[in-house]
């Protein structure tokens, strides 16, 4: 099995920053994507941030330009850098890694999600 660790959530005003982590661990044999998705209340959860193994990424609009992930591959973990941080940016963040674990069979793994709250 695959576990992920999330860390780095927290209460900021509008206009502040924070850094997002996730480690995985477990049976891995390789990761392919890692991202981050948020869930507001009341809200779908919703698709942030993904980067691939070879450092391609992609965003939702809502963050373009001032959300950023990055991924250390040696250390299995990927970050979110959240800058310019907004009231509605204000959700629990789920980390998640799409991997092949042993056996050698795919598995999606979540992590248990870090609040963001940002106030206006």
């Known amino acids: 099995q695959v576990q992920l660790v999330e860390s780095g959530g927290g209460l900021v005003q509008a206009g502040g920053s924070l850094r997002l982590s996730c480690a995985a661990s477990?049976?891995?044999?390789?990761?392919?994507?890692m991202g981050w998705h948020r869930q507001a209340p009341g809200k779908q959860r919703e698709l942030v941030a993904t980067?691939?193994?070879?450092?391609?990424?992609n965003y939702v609009d809502s963050v373009k330009g001032r959300f950023s992930i990055s991924r250390d591959n040696a250390k299995n973990t990927v970050y979110l850098q959240m800058d310019s941080l907004k009231p509605e940016d204000t959700a629990v963040y789920y980390c998640?890694?799409?991997?092949?674990?042993?056996?050698?069979?795919?598995?999606?793994?979540w992590g248990q999600g870090t609040q963001v709250t940002v106030s206006s």
């Open positions: 998640n890694a799409q991997t092949i674990a042993e056996p050698f069979i795919s598995y999606d793994a």
């Open positions: 477990g049976s891995i044999i390789s990761i392919t994507s």
């Open positions: 980067i691939t193994s070879g450092g391609r990424t």
